[in-house]
């Protein structure tokens, strides 16, 4: 199967009528049973050359997003990192608290003219961001929206794997919270942690004790099947748990302490 390479047609449309701050935005960990879920805005220079071997982070090893991942925050004009967290996903539903951390991750950067973000069109979005483009598959077709989510993936697995630390025997160094074998046999086993999301149905399954029947397409960006919606301003949302403020905090200081901090 060819392999799609993400192009600049998105950008130069922009760069072309004028604006300059360009953001690409896209998120990961819409899909685990536990964890935040992370999302990263990137912007490049206008009409710069693209970087060799960008393309979705879903296609990528980790070797290559890790090799990728200094190279794109080193020639970006800005970047930033946003998170929602377990409480947060539990009580907004994953749907809402995706928005909600890329929200958290263009406010990072410092300002922008344009948002380009992965997936369908979002309701309310523009009144919290500004003017902004949806594209359907865009991490795989777009190039800042792939520079984003190379860098929201990096991100989000150090983290489960210092999350693996404190809670050993779910494989989450390995399968970054994803409801794997490994990790259901060990949800039933030792039981949820304060980083599972109680609202999915695995780790209901395993506080209830009961083999429920699921889907892992429920789990899919934009599903509301798991939990009922929020009626609820997000804007009023903006904390998250200390201990994944802390270890956020400190992934970003380890690269880049002036231009990326964690939290609300």
Same mark, same amino acid.
């Given at each position: 199967m060819a392999v799609i390479v993400p192009r600049l047609r998105p950008e130069h449309r922009?760069?072309? $009528?004028?604006?300059?701050?360009? +953001?690409? %935005?896209? =998120? %990961?960990?819409v899909a685990p049973t536990c964890g935040p879920v992370v999302a990263a805005a990137v912007i490049m220079p206008p009409n710069a050359r693209k970087i060799a071997g960008v393309r979705d982070s879903k296609m990528l090893s980790s070797v290559q997003r890790e090799r990728l991942d200094p190279i794109i925050r +080193?020639? !970006? %004009? &800005?970047?930033?990192?946003? +998170?929602? $967290? %377990? &409480? =947060?996903?539990?009580?907004?539903?994953?749907?809402? !608290?995706t928005h909600l951390a890329m929200r958290r991750a263009i406010a990072r950067l410092g300002g922008h003219d344009h948002v380009l973000v992965d997936g369908n069109r979002i309701v309310g979005f523009e009144a919290h961001v500004g003017p902004y483009t949806s594209i359907v598959d865009g991490d795989a077709t777009c190039y800042s929206i792939a520079c984003a989510s190379i860098v929201a993936k990096v991100v989000r697995d150090r983290l489960m794997s210092r999350l693996a630390q404190r809670y050993p025997g779910y494989g989450w160094e390995h399968n970054a919270g994803y409801a794997t074998p490994d990790h259901r046999e060990a949800l039933a086993t030792l039981g949820p942690t304060p980083f599972h999301r109680r609202s999915f149905a695995p780790v209901q399954a395993a506080i209830h004790g009961a083999q429920l029947v699921f889907d892992l397409s429920d789990m899919a960006e934009g599903s509301d099947a798991l939990v009922p919606p929020v009626d609820l301003d997000l804007t009023l949302v903006v904390d998250i748990d200390a201990a994944t403020a802390n270890d956020l905090a400190a992934l970003m200081r380890e690269t880049d302490p002036a231009r990326v901090t964690a939290g609300g």
């Open positions: 922009l760069w072309r $009528s004028g604006l300059r701050r360009i +953001a690409g %935005v896209d =998120e %990961v960990g +080193a020639r !970006a %004009v &800005a970047f930033g990192v946003g +998170a929602a $967290s %377990v &409480a =947060e996903i539990d009580r907004l539903n994953i749907y809402h !608290a």
